[in-house]
């Protein structure tokens, strides 16, 4: 029995569980699954859909490839300590603030102030959801990072 383990830091942090790694395939399969569906529904109009409508389309498909192509480099790549975490809360918030924006627009062309309030008021609490997200993947990637600094300290003293 040896004071060394036969593995470094790096290779104890950076992978991901297998829940994790099912969830991340899930987003991925969902975000495509719902661009292809978007995709298709749009491909297979008759007449041409109204401007605002195509825009709407191009938005849920950009948004369904990029959750998509989230998916899929998280579980090719390994993350780097919650790398991910942060990508994933970002996105979340920046869909959330384009949604919200959308909405609120939409609803201050029909002139309703029910609309507008409601809408405001789901987007923001998507926001401030999105936004403790990303706070709590920040402050979970400074721990694992701190962690390693540790362990890389504790390696090189011994």
Known sequence: ???????????????????????????????????????????????????RTQLAFAAMITIGLTWAGFGAYTVIRRPLFAVDRIIAAALAL?????????TVVLALTRDSTAGVLTASAIGLVLIVAACTMLLRARTYRAALLARRRDLEGRDRTS
């Open 1 to 51: 029995m040896t004071d060394q383990p036969g593995y470094t830091p790096d290779q104890i942090t950076r992978g991901l569980s297998l829940p994790r790694r099912i969830g991340y395939v899930l987003v991925g399969l969902a975000g495509l699954t719902a661009a292809s569906v978007i995709g298709q529904l749009w491909a297979t109009e008759p007449t041409a859909l109204p401007a």
């Open 94 to 102: 920046t869909f959330s603030t384009l949604m919200t924006a959308g």
